[in-house]
């Protein structure tokens, strides 16, 4: 069974940082390209940083770009989120995910981000 652990959320002043993690049990991921993406309160879910299989191309949303880093460590099923600069415009729950994976499919329950101003 798939499962997605997301940690490392809290709350934080602005121009602050935090290092979201998304472990990945049930199968291994190291040859998906992953995402982070995020939704906050009453908006729809969206796109913030991908990454190929290999780690070696990224992809990032313009509202995160040169602030966030996105990475992966294939031996541990693991990505990362390094989130520098936050602003409260970041407050929303994180998740993590195959790039391609739609809103059907499973996804796990997310990690909390508040930037307060």
């Known amino acids: 069974q798939v499962q997605l652990v997301e940690s490392g959320g809290g709350l934080v002043q602005a121009g602050g940082s935090l290092r979201l993690s998304c472990a990945a049990s049930?199968?291994?991921?190291?040859?998906?390209?992953m995402g982070w993406f995020r939704q906050a309160t009453g908006k729809e879910r969206e796109f913030v940083a991908g990454?190929?299989?290999?780690?070696?191309?990224?992809l990032y949303a313009d509202s995160v770009k040169g602030r966030f880093t996105i990475s992966r460590d294939n031996a541990k099923n693991t990505v990362y989120l390094q989130m520098n600069s936050l602003k409260p415009e970041d407050t929303a729950v994180y998740y993590c995910?195959?790039?391609?994976?739609?809103?059907?499919?499973?996804w796990g329950k997310g990690t909390l981000v508040t930037v307060s101003s």
């Open positions: 990454i190929s299989w290999s780690g070696g191309s990224t």
């Open positions: 049930g199968r291994t991921f190291s040859s998906d390209a």
């Open positions: 995910n195959e790039l391609g994976a739609s809103t059907t499919d499973y």
